[in-house]
């Protein structure tokens, strides 16, 4: 008897403190797999964020570093230019990334420094209770937008991948999502992508992955599920904004 | 043969495996059971049905779900 899936050892056996049907499990699940499979688990060293995954230092069975709220890229500058062995990944939300770190990260990528950024996109701030973020949805009903946000007064949402590809630098940036097992697989391959682009000296890489966030969506997780289909990636199309691997550069 | 082995005291209940991921539909969150969290846990009705092709374990957040072969 053989055991073909279960709880990878880049993963501790902390029992994660997320809610109940939320995306970051299954990420951190992919990173922990690749940390193994890639080999670079003794040499890595992750940046948990400000936000629900705070605590990622806790799950991940790496070396791991806690910044102040959105300084990741630049810390992992840090890391990367003084150990440049070592495999850095930056774990990021969107309130974290798009909001307070959005000065970071829009340099990170056009420096094309070589670090790998897995930014978790659920278009509202978890922790702090579900307040609107800037990757809020118009229309979007939050708890600092009871009505929906309104365009006129709050403007439009950032779409960072978009918003990156832009600029010269990034090497790959990639829009997945983790609601149903197909979508899980692309965002398998992608963050896999990200780390062998970093292992091979190639440059910026960051994976955009939309994830469910039923409690603060106020839906069930299936219905959060749905939801991210109908709604999130219509706004958010999927795929690659930028890889320069196929573009031969 | 392969089998699901869910691991209640980890399973979360938030029936992202139930809802019809499952090819061979075989996992339904149980409404008998409660674990020491609160919640229901999924559950596997029949084993034997099991095609180990890891949908389940792909889509849950914790994972608190097994697969051998």
Redesign the interface.
């Known amino acids: 008897m053989q055991q073909i899936f279960g709880r990878p050892q880049g993963l501790t056996d902390v029992l994660q403190r997320y809610c109940p049907g939320c995306g970051h499990g299954v990420v951190h699940r992919i990173i922990g797999e690749l940390l193994v499979k890639l080999n670079i688990r003794e040499r890595t060293v992750g940046i948990a964020p400000v936000g629900c995954s705070v605590f990622a230092d806790e799950y991940f069975n790496c070396d791991m570093i806690q910044p102040p709220h959105g300084r990741g890229p630049a810390v992992s500058t840090g890391i990367k230019r003084t150990r440049p062995n070592c495999i850095v990944f930056s774990y990021q939300g969107d309130g974290d990334l798009a909001a307070i770190g959005t000065a970071e990260i829009v340099h990170a990528a056009a420096r094309n420094e070589n670090i790998t950024v897995i930014f978790i996109n659920n278009a509202i701030f978890g922790m702090t209770g579900g307040q609107m973020a800037p990757t809020t949805l118009p229309g979007m009903r939050s708890t600092t937008s009871v009505q929906g946000r309104d365009i006129k007064k709050q403007g439009y949402p950032i779409k960072v991948c978009e918003l990156l590809a832009g600029l010269d630098g990034p090497y790959y940036l990639v829009r997945t999502a983790v609601n149903t097992p197909k979508n899980v697989i692309a965002t398998e391959k992608a963050i896999k992508n990200a780390f062998v682009n970093q292992v091979d000296n190639k440059g910026f890489s960051l994976v955009e992955i939309l994830s469910m966030c039923p409690t603060n969506w106020g839906m069930t997780p299936v219905q959060a599920k749905k939801w991210t289909d109908e709604s999130m990636i219509k706004y958010y199309p999927l795929g690659e904004y930028r890889n320069r691997a196929k573009e031969g550069k | 043969m392969?089998h699901v082995k869910i691991l209640e005291e980890?399973c979360?209940?938030?029936?992202?495996c139930c809802?019809g991921?499952c090819p061979v539909n075989i996992l339904i969150l149980s409404p008998g059971r409660i674990n020491s969290n609160g919640?229901h846990p999924a559950e596997v009705t029949d084993n034997s049905k099991c095609i180990?092709c890891?949908?389940c374990?792909?889509?849950?957040?914790?994972?608190a779900?097994?697969?051998?072969?």
Not at chain 2, 57 to 63: D, G, Q, S
């Open positions: 392969p980890v979360k209940g938030c029936g992202l809802d991921i919640y180990g890891g949908y374990f792909k889509v849950c957040p914790e994972p779900i097994e697969i051998y072969k």
